[in-house]
């Protein structure tokens, strides 16, 4: 995939730059902290594969921040998603890893960018299989809009006008990328 | 990574494949390990999805592994047994497929006694994915699978790691297609394979190049054969072999290749044994060893589900023919 | 009088290669003169045959037309039309029907059969033993002199060779030759294919090349000790070639056939399981091909035979190791050898005399010439012709043939037999008598 390479296109248009993502991470995990709930049960759970990092970072700051450990696990939804008869390519398992067991936790959801919402609603439908959350909350670093089932973010980075045809990247310094939210018009992705 | 949705159109054999599809098999096989590991054994990702075994010849372990495979990815798995003879059942294989098939199934996993049977079905049957879970002497791919997914494990090496190991595989191998799907694995992994057992049961066409590339060694010396091996694979001798003339008697075989620990101890350090099942204790392998601490066999087990699960997930999950 | 002129007579026999008309009279060739001599006479037709080989009709010492018993796979007269659109005017048939040819009754069944057909000459080969199964000899002054011409228990060897023996003894007698299908099915048993490399990657149980080797070295000492003719079916091993090359230096009377598919495949014919591919002998390795072709081109290897050998596809769409053995042949054995003529593998001499003329002396029969007074058996072939052989040029009953969608060189235009056209353009000619 074109995770290898570290070029980004000229077609694709920066709309949200690195320091912003900064800010905006900053801020959901302050955000997270504040919220008037259970502190001592949360957790957090990044979606692979786009949201793995992300959560990362979130994770992190709320470390600083509370200054304590807090648990965190990553899962794989493939096994859970709602399209694969429909796409071309194999689908490769990356893996679930929970080192925690998720009943009574305070979990937050992590993703990249929230769209039609059927990835998290594979996510949530993984989560219940591994256990019975308190409570299960979601965090985004961007919201493009268009959902197609009735799911809504509780922490979110940047809200994203786009059409539905369009596409959002993120790039990422773990990737070997500038930290970096990128808008393909539907006109231009045809050329890539 | 670009991964060719056609490419696993199906799973005949481990022959054919090339090593990044072995590795990529290996590799979300063991993404499958964790999934048996939970408390809710079970994944959405095959609902709706309509899983077939047609056993045409006797197995328990093999068509067990594929039904809680197909069952842990919530497909709708079926099971067919019959003797597989033809003629004697008045309805030929392929029949019996069409007639399957016309019930719409996504995948069609066979066993039969017939060398090839797989590939003619795969053949005949146009929207069904066929699983070869062994026919005849031909090729058992899954087990290869299992069998180089549980050395992975032991060793700790990711697939790609696992090479220049040297396999030692015991017994009558003319007859194992289970032979032949792991001579096909190592090759392609990179590891060394030497076949031990009397010149009745290993031909010396396994060691030409046309049969498997010619990298193949055979020795007809159990001590010889095991020396400095990491891995030694004992297969299951099939007691009418006798009948066959293939072996004088049992004992005779037992004499010179029951594989025990005393024999072992010309072996690498940290050898470890493999047994595809079911054993013929103190015939093929002493039971010391089968049941001691460099038996993999349990692994084996374990494995074989994932592997299974991993072969009917990216079979039943494969994008449709006709977008291709 | 018919006339047949401006083609390349090819007749081994009496080693014309050239320029040469040829007139037919009275069912049998009148003369081969020099292209255009004496054209202006007066002729009942003149058939132009530019740009084809006038070559005498094919003898297949070879064929199963499965009648009696096995009239779903062929008949006789479906055999009989496909011998003549592939050129064959005299086909052997083998006497593994059911009932076994072994009585003169079955042999009148075929004969009456082929004369209604009235397409190729049908010539009967009697069993060796009863029924076929090796216990007791079968009649065989009865079956000879009911028109039998060799004697074969085709499909298996004769096991006992007390019997052999004792057979070969009678057939000696007789004039008639004994054609052996040779194979221990005890070192072959349970075989589907050649024993090989291949064979153990495909996990298919092989037939040793030496099942074959040892009966035909008994067979050639029992043909020395007796002074009988032997004749060995469809060889397939070097092994055999080389000794049927020393026994026939060493005076032994011996001849021997083998297949067109044995001569142009190899084992890789089968790698993907294709049951169409598999037959008894199987097909067997490159290096084995080649000396079968060296053993054509000196003459140990007398004749090319199609072992045309029909199965409906229940036999034959099923398991490999379950199908039926065996493939078709008579409509594609010339085209082969034509090709092989063009790639200048073989003489088109010895090509065309391992067609006609050698089986022709391997069976003692009066036909495979053009010399003046033989049976006007003539086939004109169009050898420029290029054609894709596919399942709907098969006039057999059955369609087992490996040979589908391969581009054939040469193709049969004109049949005569005993002098009456019996194959016009491609075309059938209805209604014709035979004389």
């Given at each position: 995939m074109?995770?290898?390479?570290h ?11 690195a ?77 679930t ?13 992590v ?24 409570l ?11 959902r ?37 018009q ?7 | ?19 990044e599809?072995l ?6 096989s ?53 003797s597989?003879?033809s003629?004697s059942?008045?309805?030929t294989?392929?029949?019996t497929?069409?007639?399957?098939q ?9 066993r ?10 795969s ?17 058992h ?20 790691e ?7 595989i ?11 799907s ?9 590891n ?10 290993v ?10 590339g ?23 001798i099939q ?17 010179q290749y029951c ?12 050898c470890?044994?493999l047994?595809?099942?079911?054993a ?10 089968y ?34 | ?13 009496t ?9 037919i ?7 081969v ?25 094919l ?7 499965r ?40 042999v ?25 199964v ?7 002054s ?7 011409v060799?004697f ?12 052999m023996?004792?057979a070969?003894?009678?057939?000696k ?11 221990d ?13 291949l064979?153990?990657?495909l ?8 099942a ?13 000790d ?11 091993t ?6 049927i ?5 060493d005076?032994?009377?011996?001849t ?6 044995h ?32 053993g ?9 035979a ?8 229940d036999v ?19 085209p082969?050898?034509?090709s ?6 073989l003489?088109?001499k010895?090509?065309?005399s391992?067609?006609a ?7 003692g ?28 040029d ?13 581009t ?7 049949v ?20």
């Amino acid at each position: 995939m074109s995770d290898q390479e570290h070029h980004i296109p000229d077609f694709w248009k920066e709309v949200v730059d690195a320091e912003t993502i900064e800010r905006c991470l900053t801020r959901i995990s302050y955000e997270i902290v504040e919220k008037d709930r259970d502190l001592q049960k949360l957790a957090l759970v990044g979606i692979r594969t786009g949201g793995e990092f992300i959560a990362q970072r979130i994770h992190q700051k709320i470390q600083e921040i509370e200054n304590r450990e807090v648990p965190f696990g990553v899962i794989d939804i493939t096994l859970y998603r709602d399209d694969l008869s429909d796409s071309l390519e194999q689908p490769t398992l990356k893996g679930t890893d929970l080192p925690f067991s998720l009943s009574g936790h305070r979990i937050v959801l992590v993703d990249d960018v929230l769209y039609t919402g059927r990835t998290v609603r594979a996510a949530l439908d993984a989560i219940i299989d591994f256990g019975r959350p308190a409570l299960v909350e979601l965090a985004v670093l961007a919201d493009r809009g268009h959902r197609e089932l009735p799911i809504r973010p509780d922490y979110v980075g940047k809200n994203l006008p786009t059409h539905k045809d369009d596409f959002v990247r993120v790039r990422l310094r773990e990737g070997g990328y500038t930290d970096g939210i990128y808008l393909i018009q539907a006109h231009d992705a045809k050329k890539g | 990574m670009n991964v060719d949705s056609v490419r696993f159109q199906h799973l005949l054999g481990i022959e054919g494949l090339s090593r990044e599809d072995l590795i990529f098999l290996l590799e979300n096989s063991q993404q499958f390990v964790e999934v048996s590991q939970r408390d809710l054994k079970k994944v959405p990702a095959l609902r709706g999805k309509t899983i077939i075994n047609l056993f045409l010849e006797p197995s328990t372990r093999t068509r067990a592994s594929f039904e809680i495979a197909g069952k842990r990815l919530s497909a709708d798995t079926i099971n067919i047994s019959g003797s597989g003879t033809s003629v004697s059942k008045g309805e030929t294989l392929l029949d019996t497929a069409r007639t399957l098939q016309a019930m719409n199934p996504d995948i069609l996993v066979v066993r039969h006694r017939s060398s090839g049977a797989a590939h003619f079905l795969s053949q005949e049957l146009t929207r069904t994915a066929v699983v070869n879970a062994g026919d005849g002497m031909h090729e058992h791919p899954t087990q290869a699978l299992l069998d180089c997914l549980t050395l992975c494990q032991h060793f700790e090496l990711a697939p790609s790691e696992l090479k220049g190991k040297n396999i030692t595989i015991v017994g009558d191998i003319r007859h194992s297609r289970v032979a032949r799907s792991n001579i096909w694995a190592h090759q392609l992994l990179g590891n060394k394979v030497t076949l031990v057992g009397p010149a009745t049961l290993v031909p010396h066409e396994f060691a030409d190049e046309e049969a498997f590339g010619g990298g193949v060694r055979i020795c007809h010396t159990l001590r010889e054969g095991v020396e400095g091996a990491d891995v030694v694979m004992v297969l299951r001798i099939q007691l009418e072999r006798q009948s066959d003339n293939f072996i004088p008697t049992l004992e005779e075989y037992t004499r010179q290749y029951c594989v025990t620990p005393q024999v072992l101890e010309g072996a690498a350090p940290g050898c470890v044994v493999l047994h595809p099942g079911p054993a013929n204790r103190g015939i093929e392998i002493s039971s010391t060893l089968y049941e001691g601490t460099q038996s993999l066999v349990e692994k084996q087990v374990t494995n074989g589900v994932a592997v299974r699960m991993a072969t009917l997930f990216l079979l039943g999950s494969r994008g449709r023919k006709e977008n291709v | 009088m018919i006339r047949i002129s401006n083609g390349i007579v090819v007749d081994p026999a009496t080693d014309r290669d050239g320029e040469f008309d040829v007139l037919i009279e009275d069912g049998k060739i009148l003369d081969v003169v020099p292209r255009g001599l004496g054209a202006d006479g007066d002729f009942e037709r003149v058939i132009d045959a530019s740009g084809c080989w006038i070559i005498p009709g094919l003898i297949d010492l070879h064929v199963h037309l499965r009648e009696p018993g096995q009239e779903w796979k062929e008949t006789v007269e479906t055999g009989a039309l496909a011998a003549l659109k592939g050129g064959f005017t005299s086909i052997c048939c083998m006497p593994n029907t059911e009932p076994a040819i072994d009585s003169e009754e079955v042999v009148r069944y075929i004969l009456d059969k082929a004369a209604q057909a009235n397409y190729s000459r049908v010539l009967p080969i009697g069993a060796v033993t009863k029924a076929r199964v090796g216990k007791e000899m079968a009649p065989l002054s009865e079956l000879r002199e009911a028109g039998c011409v060799a004697f074969s228990d085709d499909g298996d060897p004769v096991y006992n060779a007390g019997i052999m023996r004792r057979a070969l003894e009678w057939a000696k007698m007789l004039d008639a030759p004994i054609s052996c299908h040779e194979e221990d099915k005890d070192i072959s048993c349970g075989g589907c294919m050649n024993e090989s490399a291949l064979s153990t990657r495909l996990g298919l149980t092989g037939m040793p090349k030496v099942a074959e080797d040892v009966m035909v070295a008994r067979d050639i000492e029992l043909a020395r000790d007796t002074g009988a003719k032997v004749h060995f079916c469809h060889v397939s091993t070097a092994r055999s070639v080389e000794l049927i090359r020393r026994a026939k230096n060493d005076g032994i009377p011996v001849t021997a056939e083998v297949t067109p598919h044995h001569l142009v495949l190899t084992e890789d014919a089968v790698r993907a399981y294709d049951t169409y591919a598999k037959m008894s002998p199987p097909l067997r390795e490159e290096e084995e091909r080649e000396l079968l072709v060296e053993g054509v081109k000196d003459g140990t290897l007398d004749a090319i035979a199609s072992d045309h050998a029909p199965h409906e596809d229940d036999v034959k769409k099923i398991e490999f190791a379950e199908a039926a053995m065996g493939i078709l042949g008579l409509q594609t054995s010339l085209p082969l050898m034509v090709s092989f003529i063009e790639d200048q593998v073989l003489t088109r001499k010895r090509a065309i005399s391992s067609l006609a003329e050698a089986p022709a002396r391997a069976f003692g029969l009066p036909y495979g010439t053009l010399r003046k007074n033989a049976p006007a058996d003539i086939v004109i072939v169009d050898p420029q012709k290029e054609w894709q052989f596919e399942r709907e040029d098969v006039v057999s009953k059955s369609f087992n043939s490996p040979f589908y969608g391969r581009t054939m060189k040469g193709k049969v235009r004109d049949v005569f037999v005993q002098g009456v056209l019996r194959l016009e353009n491609e075309e059938v000619v209805l209604g014709g008598q035979c004389k």
